[in-house]
């Protein structure tokens, strides 16, 4: 088993219980970071994480600086907006950051602001993260007070205000644009991309750059100690440290911050510095390598490298950072309605393949589990999410303006795929398959062949 023995980087303060305060902060090297981007020019900040390769930890893994560069020249006033929405099913890494290390991230606000060109931020956090929301504000209060942000920081001519601004706890709210909507006092449903991407025409239809937390939170380490030592870290195309949150059925569910590439999910899952192995020494039946939006992985895929390539590669993606493991006990018809039925609730409703789609798959799932289901409803599970998703291929095919959507048919395409002697069992009888399933990871063997193999 590979454990990495890389320095933490952004989760390095977290055994230390007053590290949220102003003064532990600065004992261990807060705010060193902004210092050193002051003494340099915005352009040179901008480098610094382009020599990273830092990819943004939200979901989608796109290159902070290269987005940095994508507002119009000479366009202000530019926002920048952190997006601390951190909703999907099994995701807290982000809540952890601003429990227990809030001026990290402030840190990185800042940072950031000083490279894009901002003089306004805008941190958006999650309605119920009490905890974070009392912690920000009370570092906040005491940056201002110490000079670190308001106006000329640190005698520098660069000033910066930033508001705090509570959720009210909707996951489609994460999605950037629908968080924009919010954040201007209309309901959070998400905008057309083109034209409104953010770093074109965002807030108030100003040049807006929206960073996930964890992306935002790595720039203080990254600063200091420049951008070649965070690249000399991790897998060719993932650079760097990245945070977990394992959760389900392991012995020790928890946020690891763990090397990209370096680390595979089976060390994940069963080194006792990390998952610590499934609960009860059963056997594992499936994991979630990526929040609930991505296809499952099974036994075969344990030796994959945390890295977003190899998992792409297999059929899925590292998304959120969300790894839910199930167990051999796990009843995968429950499981995937359970999944279906959060993304049914969390639909804005602005599209209908997702308002009418995911309403569908929710009814059609509880009446299988309720015993009221026909054995073509198997395979009428597939033709609903084609017609979200045309093909259930990988990259999935998008039929709505956000991929909220497609996230509900991949635990269907996966539960299916694998499982379906568990939907037979309900249904009474034989399903026949005629709906074409594409994805990797939904075409892999199914359990039965999977056994025989092994
Ligand atoms: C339905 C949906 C929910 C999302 N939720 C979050 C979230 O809670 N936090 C987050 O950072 N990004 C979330 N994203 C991704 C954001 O739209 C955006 O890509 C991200 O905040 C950009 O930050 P990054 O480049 O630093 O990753 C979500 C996307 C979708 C489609
Ligand atoms: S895909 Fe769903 S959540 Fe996204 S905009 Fe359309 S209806 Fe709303």
Redesign the pocket.
């Known amino acids: 088993m590979t454990v990495s023995n890389a320095p933490a980087i952004i989760t390095a303060r977290f055994g230390d219980e007053a590290a949220y305060t102003l003064d532990r902060y600065e004992a261990t090297g807060g705010y060193e970071g902004l210092r050193t981007a002051l003494a340099k020019t915005p352009a040179q900040v901008v480098e610094e994480v382009k020599t990273a390769s830092l ?8 290159p ?1 600086g290269v ?1 940095w560069g994508f507002c119009p020249p000479g366009v202000f006033p530019r926002y920048l907006v952190v ?6 099913p099994g ?1 807290y890494k ?1 809540r952890l950051l601003m429990e227990r290390d809030p001026h990290q991230l402030i840190e990185g606000v800042l940072i950031a602001c000083y490279a894009v060109g901002c003089s306004q931020a805008f941190l958006y956090v ?1 309605g119920e993260m009490a905890l974070a929301q009392e912690r920000i504000a009370q570092a906040l209060n005491d940056a201002y007070a110490k000079g670190y942000v308001g106006k000329n920081i640190l005698g520098s001519d660069f000033s910066v205000d930033i508001v705090l601004h509570w959720g009210a706890g909707a ?9 924009i909507e919010s954040l201007e006092g209309n309901r959070g449903l ?1 905008r057309l991309k083109p034209p409104f991407f953010p770093a074109a025409k965002g807030l108030y239809l100003q040049p807006t750059i ?7 939170a790595n720039l203080p380490w990254i600063i200091t100690h420049g951008g070649a030592a965070f690249a000399a870290l991790g897998a060719e195309n993932s650079k760097g440290m990245r945070m977990f949150a394992v959760s389900g059925h392991v012995k020790k569910p928890g946020v690891y911050e763990v090397e990209f590439g370096v680390t595979t999910f089976r060390d994940l899952l069963y080194a006792p510095v990390y998952g610590g192995g499934i609960r009860g020494d059963h056997q594992l039946k499936a994991f979630i390598p990526g929040g609930a ?1 991505a296809p499952w992985f099974y036994e075969e895929h344990l030796d994959l490298p945390l890295e977003a390539g190899a998992v792409s590669k297999a059929g899925s993606m590292l998304g ?1 950072g969300a790894v839910v493991v199930m167990d051999e006990t796990t009843d995968m018809v429950r499981a995937c309605l359970r999944l279906v039925r959060f993304f049914a609730r ?1 639909s804005c409703g602005k599209c209908t393949p997702c308002r009418e789609g995911t309403g569908w798959l929710e009814k059609i799932l509880e009446r299988i589990l309720h015993g009221e289901g026909r054995p073509e409803d198997v395979n009428l599970l597939l033709d609903v999410c084609d017609n979200i998703s045309v093909g259930m291929a990988w990259p999935p095919r998008q039929t709505t303006i ?3 959507g497609q ?1 509900a048919t991949t635990p269907v395409a996966s539960a299916i795929m694998r499982f379906k002697d568990e939907f037979e069992a309900y249904v009474g009888g034989p399903a026949e398959i005629t709906v074409k399933v594409l994805g990797p990871a939904f075409v892999g063997p199914r359990r039965e062949e999977a056994s025989a193999d092994a």
Do not use: H
């Open positions: 990819l943004g930890r939200g979901g989608a893994g796109f902070a987005k997006n601390g929405d951190e909703s999907e995701t982000d999650r996951y489609i709210v994460g999605e950037e644009t629908a968080l998400p929206v960073n996930n937390v964890e992306t935002l939006s959120s969390e956000c991929p909220l996230s």
